[in-house]
C-alpha cells in the first residue's frame, strides 16, 4: 500500500460543478502539500498545511490530523482549473521536506 | 517571483552516454531536490541537496549522482545512461533547514529520452 493515496485517479466534470479531491495518508507527517501540474510539466505549489483549512480563491484545503486525510475542493469549476492535482507529505520520520507524493488526480473540466 | 529554470525541456540520449541536467535556482534557497516523474509512480525523490557540496541520497539513487558546487546550481548526472532512466525529471527548490516543511518552487522539467 502507498503511503499516500490519492482518490480519484480521473474526474471528468461540467464547467460549475463543485470538485473535490481526496488524499489518504499513512505516515505521521509535518505537512500536506496540494500541488497543480498543468500539460508541460511545470508544477505549482497551492497549499502547504498541517492543520484545518486554508482558502484561495476558488480553492479550499482542508486536512484532518486524526483521520489522516485531506480533501481539495473547487469551487464554480472552470476550464482553466483542468490540471493533475497532486497530493505530496513530509514527516518527522523522514524529513519534513524529503517529501512522499500521491499518483495525481487528473481533472478535466468541459466547457 | 522564485524562478528554477532547467538547462533543457527536452533532452534524447543514447545508452552508455554520460548525461547532464542543471537546475539554476535565483532565491537564495538552501534546498534543492531532483525529481523523476513517471506514469502511474507519481514524483519520487532522487537526490537533495541541504547546503553547498552537501548531498543526501533520496529514494531511488542508483544509477544517479548530484552536484552542487554554487548555491544556485544543482546537477544530476546519470554515469552511464540506460533506458529505465526515460523519464520527466524535475528539479524543485526551497528554504531551510529540511526538517522544516517548506514549499517547494519547481521547475518545467526535462523530458529525457534514452534509446
Known amino acids: 500500500k502507498n503511503e499516500v493515496e490519492q482518490s480519484p485517479q480521473n474526474l471528468t466534470a461540467q464547467e460549475g460543478e463543485f470538485i473535490t479531491i481526496n488524499c489518504s495518508y499513512s505516515?505521521?507527517?509535518?505537512?500536506l502539500h496540494w500541488l497543480q501540474q498543468h500539460p508541460g510539466g511545470g508544477i505549482v505549489s497551492l497549499f502547504m498545511?498541517?492543520?484545518g483549512k486554508k482558502k484561495h480563491g476558488r480553492l479550499i484545503a482542508t486536512i484532518n490530523i486524526q483521520e489522516k486525510h485531506s480533501s481539495l475542493h473547487i469551487t464554480a469549476s472552470h476550464p482553466r482549473d483542468s490540471a493533475v492535482y497532486i497530493c505530496?507529505?513530509?514527516?518527522?520520520?523522514?524529513?519534513?521536506?524529503?517529501?512522499?507524493f500521491g499518483q495525481g488526480t487528473r481533472l478535466t473540466i468541459n466547457p | 517571483d522564485v524562478k528554477v529554470t532547467q538547462s533543457s525541456r527536452y533532452l534524447v540520449k543514447r545508452t552508455g552516454e554520460k548525461v547532464f541536467l542543471e537546475c539554476v535556482q535565483d532565491?537564495?534557497?538552501?534546498?534543492m531536490f531532483w525529481y523523476r516523474q513517471d506514469p502511474g509512480l507519481g514524483l519520487r525523490l532522487i537526490y537533495f541537496?541541504?547546503?553547498?557540496?552537501?548531498?543526501e541520497k533520496g529514494d531511488i539513487p542508483e544509477g544517479y549522482s548530484v552536484s552542487r558546487e554554487k548555491k544556485e546550481r544543482f546537477s544530476l548526472i546519470l554515469e552511464s545512461a540506460s533506458t529505465n532512466q526515460t523519464s520527466m525529471y524535475l528539479c524543485?527548490?526551497?528554504?531551510?533547514?529540511?526538517?522544516?516543511?517548506?514549499?517547494?518552487?519547481f521547475g518545467p522539467g526535462t523530458r529525457l529520452t534514452v534509446t
Open positions: 524543485a527548490s526551497s528554504l531551510g533547514p529540511v526538517w522544516v516543511a517548506y514549499e517547494q518552487y
Open positions: 505516515v505521521g507527517i509535518s505537512a
Open positions: 498545511l498541517s492543520s
Open positions: 505530496a507529505v513530509g514527516g518527522p520520520d523522514r524529513g519534513a521536506q524529503k517529501l512522499v
Open positions: 532565491m537564495d534557497h538552501e534546498n
Open positions: 541537496s541541504y547546503d553547498v557540496k552537501m548531498k
